[in-house]
C-alpha cells in the first residue's frame, strides 16, 4: 500500500471512530472550537528557560544543567505579559511552560527541576498559574506549551531517553504523563495546547498522551498534537511568518514524532479528509539572534524586526488562512524589555490602521460578488472570508476592478480562501470590484469582502 494511502485511511479510520467529521453539501466543516480558534486570528507565545540566566548552556549536553538556583526574575509580572498581548491584538496567549531544559515554571511533582527548587518567592511560585491568571484579567484566552519530546534535566531528546541517564523510558513517560496532568487539571480550561515537534506514540516508545488530552482537556486546540484528538492544528514548516500558498484548512494526516506530516506536502489538500488548519509562529526578533529570537540574552534588545517586516509577516499568515503566532521574549528580571513591548505596540497600531477601516465591504452567496465604494478610490489590498461553518467551498478565484473609465482590470487570483485572503495589488482607483468563484466545491459563502485603501508611507 502507499505512504498516501496508508495515512489517509488511518485518518478515516480515526475520524469515524471518533464522529468528529463535519460536512455540509459534502464539505469538510470545522466544528465550533476551531472556528473560535481561527477567529481569534493572533496569538503570542511567550519563552523563558534556563538559558536566560545561562547562555551558554545547552540542553542535549547531558548533565550540564544549570543549578536551578541561578532561576531568579525578581521582577516578574505576568500582568505585563498581557498588557503587551493587548496591544498587539492577541486574543489569546501561550506560555512555553518547560523547555528542551525541563525546568518547569510551575511546581511540578514529577521531578526536582523547578521553580520549587529556586530563589524566587522562596519557592512557593508558579508562574502558569500567574500567567493564567492574568490571561483572565486581560480577556486574553491561555494556551501551554510544555515539550514531551525534549528534557535535558531527564537526558532526554526526541522523546527516547539517552543510555546511561537518570531514567529509563518507562520513567520518563511517567514524567511526561504526570506533568501534562498537572498542567491539564491544574490551571482550568486551555485554549491550546502546543506540542513543539510532535508527539511520540505509545507504539514508538513515548506516552499515551491521546486519552489524557479527551479526558482532560477535550475542548483545546492541538498544535502537533496526537491523531484521535477533535481539535488539531499544524505546523507551516517554518518559522518565518510565511505560510505556504495556498494553504487548505484540510490535511491528510497529523502528526508523527518529527511534527506535523501532511503527505502531499504542508499547502494541506483540498479534498483531504478532515479539519486540520495551520498557525504560522514566528519570532519578533532575528531568527540569527540568540536560541533564533525565542529567548532574551542581554545587548540584543535592538535585534528586532521592523514594523513593516512584520506586517509582511502578518499578510503572509494571517492573510493566508493561518493563524498568528508571535514569539516575545521575557528576560531575566521576568518582564517583556521594554524595547519589545514598544515594537508589540507599533505592530498592533500598524494592523489596526491598515485594516481597521475598509472603504467599503459586503457579503453574500454565489459566485459573484460585488463591492462598490462610495466614490473612486485608491485601493492596493482587499480582505476576503468564507464563512467556514460552511467549509472552504472556494477553489479558485479572481478579483477585478472598474476604474472610473469603465475599464475592468485584473487584481488578483488564488486558490483557497478560507477564513482570512488578503489580497495585495499594485494602487490603483476604483470605482467597483467584484470578487469570482471559478471553481468551487459547493456554493460559495462569503462571509466578507473589503477594500481598503493604499498604504501610506509613513511605516
Same mark, same amino acid.
Given at each position: 500500500?502507499?505512504?498516501?494511502?496508508?495515512?489517509?485511511?488511518?485518518?478515516?479510520?480515526?475520524?469515524?471512530?471518533?464522529?468528529?467529521?463535519?460536512?455540509?453539501?459534502?464539505?469538510?466543516?470545522?466544528?465550533?472550537?476551531?472556528?473560535?480558534?481561527?477567529?481569534?486570528?493572533?496569538?503570542?507565545?511567550?519563552?523563558?528557560?534556563?538559558?536566560?540566566?545561562?547562555?551558554?548552556?545547552?540542553?542535549?549536553?547531558?548533565?550540564?544543567?544549570?543549578?536551578?538556583?541561578?532561576?531568579?526574575?525578581? *521582577?516578574?509580572?505576568? +500582568?505585563?505579559?498581557?498588557? !503587551?498581548?493587548?496591544?498587539? &491584538? /492577541?486574543?489569546?496567549?501561550? #506560555? %512555553?511552560?518547560?523547555?528542551?531544559?525541563?525546568?518547569?515554571?510551575?511546581?511540578?511533582?514529577?521531578?526536582?527541576?523547578?521553580?520549587?527548587?529556586?530563589?524566587?518567592?522562596?519557592?512557593?511560585?508558579?508562574?502558569?498559574?500567574?500567567?493564567?491568571?492574568?490571561?483572565?484579567?486581560?480577556?486574553?484566552?491561555?494556551?501551554?506549551?510544555?515539550?514531551?519530546?525534549?528534557?535535558?534535566?531527564?537526558?532526554?531528546?526526541?522523546?527516547?531517553?539517552?543510555?546511561?541517564?537518570?531514567?529509563?523510558?518507562?520513567?520518563?513517560?511517567?514524567?511526561?504523563?504526570?506533568?501534562?496532568?498537572?498542567?491539564?487539571?491544574?490551571?482550568?480550561?486551555?485554549? *491550546?495546547?502546543?506540542? +513543539?515537534?510532535?508527539?511520540? !506514540?505509545?507504539?514508538?516508545? &513515548? /506516552?499515551?498522551?491521546?486519552? #489524557? %488530552?479527551?479526558?482532560?482537556?477535550?475542548?483545546?486546540?492541538?498544535?502537533?498534537?496526537?491523531?484521535?484528538?477533535?481539535?488539531?492544528?499544524?505546523?507551516?514548516?517554518?518559522?518565518?511568518?510565511?505560510?505556504?500558498?495556498?494553504?487548505?484548512?484540510?490535511?491528510?494526516?497529523?502528526?508523527?514524532?518529527?511534527?506535523?506530516?501532511?503527505?502531499?506536502?504542508?499547502?494541506?489538500?483540498?479534498?483531504?479528509?478532515?479539519?486540520?488548519?495551520?498557525?504560522?509562529?514566528?519570532?519578533?526578533?532575528?531568527?540569527?539572534?540568540?536560541?533564533?529570537?525565542?529567548?532574551?540574552?542581554?545587548?540584543?534588545?535592538?535585534?528586532?524586526?521592523?514594523?513593516? *517586516?512584520?506586517?509582511?509577516?502578518?499578510?503572509?499568515?494571517?492573510?493566508?488562512?493561518?493563524?498568528?503566532?508571535?514569539?516575545?521574549?521575557?528576560?531575566?528580571?521576568?518582564?517583556?524589555?521594554?524595547?519589545?513591548?514598544?515594537?508589540?505596540?507599533?505592530?498592533?497600531?500598524?494592523?489596526?490602521?491598515?485594516?481597521?477601516?475598509?472603504?467599503?465591504?459586503?457579503?453574500?452567496?454565489?459566485?459573484?460578488?460585488?463591492?462598490?465604494?462610495?466614490?473612486?478610490?485608491?485601493?492596493?489590498?482587499?480582505?476576503?472570508?468564507?464563512?467556514?461553518?460552511?467549509?472552504?467551498?472556494?477553489?479558485?478565484?479572481?478579483?477585478?476592478?472598474?476604474?472610473?473609465?469603465?475599464?475592468?482590470?485584473?487584481?488578483?487570483?488564488?486558490?483557497?480562501?478560507?477564513?482570512?485572503?488578503?489580497?495585495?495589488?499594485?494602487?490603483?482607483?476604483?470605482?467597483?470590484?467584484?470578487?469570482?468563484?471559478?471553481?468551487?466545491?459547493?456554493?460559495?459563502?462569503?462571509?466578507?469582502?473589503?477594500?481598503?485603501?493604499?498604504?501610506?508611507?509613513?511605516?
Amino acid at each position: 500500500m502507499k505512504e498516501y494511502s496508508r495515512y489517509y485511511l488511518i485518518a478515516l479510520i480515526a475520524l469515524a471512530a471518533l464522529g468528529c467529521r463535519t460536512e455540509r453539501d459534502g464539505v469538510v466543516c470545522p466544528n465550533k472550537i476551531q472556528q473560535e480558534w481561527a477567529e481569534a486570528e493572533i496569538g503570542v507565545l511567550l519563552h523563558m528557560d534556563m538559558q536566560v540566566f545561562a547562555p551558554e548552556y545547552n540542553w542535549r549536553n547531558y548533565g550540564s544543567h544549570p543549578d536551578p538556583s541561578v532561576f531568579n526574575p525578581s *521582577e516578574l509580572d505576568t +500582568d505585563q505579559w498581557m498588557d !503587551t498581548a493587548s496591544k498587539l &491584538g /492577541a486574543k489569546y496567549a501561550v #506560555l %512555553v511552560a518547560k523547555h528542551g531544559s525541563g525546568f518547569s515554571l510551575w511546581p511540578t511533582e514529577a521531578h526536582d527541576y523547578s521553580v520549587k527548587n529556586t530563589a524566587w518567592r522562596d519557592g512557593k511560585g508558579d508562574i502558569v498559574a500567574d500567567f493564567v491568571a492574568s490571561c483572565k484579567k486581560y480577556g486574553i484566552k491561555p494556551g501551554i506549551y510544555a515539550n514531551t519530546n525534549a528534557n535535558g534535566y531527564l537526558h532526554t531528546d526526541r522523546g527516547i531517553t539517552a543510555e546511561g541517564g537518570p531514567v529509563s523510558q518507562t520513567e520518563y513517560n511517567a514524567v511526561v504523563a504526570k506533568q501534562l496532568t498537572e498542567l491539564w487539571s491544574g490551571y482550568g480550561d486551555l485554549f *491550546e495546547i502546543w506540542f +513543539d515537534g510532535g508527539v511520540l !506514540t505509545p507504539k514508538e516508545g &513515548g /506516552a499515551d498522551v491521546l486519552p #489524557l %488530552v479527551k479526558r482532560l482537556q477535550p475542548d483545546a486546540i492541538a498544535f502537533q498534537g496526537p491523531l484521535g484528538h477533535d481539535n488539531l492544528i499544524r505546523w507551516v514548516g517554518n518559522e518565518e511568518g510565511t505560510a505556504p500558498d495556498p494553504c487548505w484548512a484540510t490535511a491528510d494526516s497529523t502528526t508523527n514524532s518529527d511534527g506535523v506530516k501532511i503527505i502531499e506536502g504542508l499547502h494541506g489538500r483540498p479534498d483531504a479528509p478532515f479539519w486540520c488548519p495551520g498557525e504560522s509562529d514566528f519570532t519578533l526578533r532575528y531568527n540569527s539572534s540568540f536560541e533564533g529570537g525565542w529567548m532574551w540574552h542581554e545587548g540584543q534588545d535592538s535585534l528586532m524586526f521592523s514594523v513593516a *517586516e512584520l506586517m509582511e509577516k502578518y499578510e503572509t499568515s494571517v492573510g493566508r488562512n493561518t493563524n498568528m503566532l508571535l514569539g516575545l521574549v521575557i528576560d531575566d528580571r521576568g518582564l517583556i524589555p521594554d524595547a519589545d513591548v514598544r515594537r508589540v505596540e507599533e505592530f498592533g497600531a500598524a494592523i489596526r490602521e491598515r485594516y481597521g477601516d475598509p472603504v467599503a465591504e459586503t457579503s453574500g452567496k454565489g459566485n459573484t460578488i460585488s463591492l462598490n465604494p462610495p466614490s473612486p478610490t485608491i485601493v492596493d489590498r482587499v480582505v476576503i472570508q468564507e464563512d467556514i461553518a460552511f467549509g472552504e467551498r472556494v477553489l479558485a478565484w479572481r478579483l477585478e476592478g472598474i476604474t472610473p473609465s469603465g475599464t475592468t482590470i485584473a487584481l488578483a487570483e488564488g486558490t483557497n480562501i478560507g477564513h482570512k485572503r488578503i489580497a495585495r495589488f499594485d494602487p490603483v482607483e476604483l470605482t467597483a470590484i467584484r470578487l469570482t468563484a471559478d471553481s468551487a466545491k459547493a456554493k460559495p459563502v462569503i462571509r466578507r469582502l473589503a477594500a481598503f485603501k493604499a498604504a501610506g508611507s509613513g511605516w
